[in-house]
């Protein structure tokens, strides 16, 4: 079993990023709660109607760039 206390703050990003990729390689084993599958349908149903929100990452990326210029 590993410590996790004793690892330091990198090595515990370090897991904890291997876990979140072991996890999202396949979301169908991570349990929803009837609420979470409610508000995920919610959600679903939103960006239908409406359309996707926000501005694209290309834009975020120009605007962080012309705030350091």
């Known amino acids: 079993m590993i410590d ?3 690892l ?5 990003l370090e897991l904890l990023e291997q876990i979140w990729d072991s ?3 396949n979301p169908q084993a991570v349990p929803l709660t009837q ?3 409610e508000e995920l349908d919610r959600r679903l149903d939103e960006l239908e109607a409406e359309g996707p929100s926000g501005i694209p990452w ?12």
């Open 4 to 6: 996790i206390a004793a």
């Open 35 to 37: 609420a979470q599958r």
């Open 23 to 25: 996890l999202s390689a």
């Open 8 to 12: 330091s703050a990198e090595q515990r």
């Open 58 to 69: 290309e834009e975020v990326y120009r605007r962080l760039r012309d705030r350091r210029a």
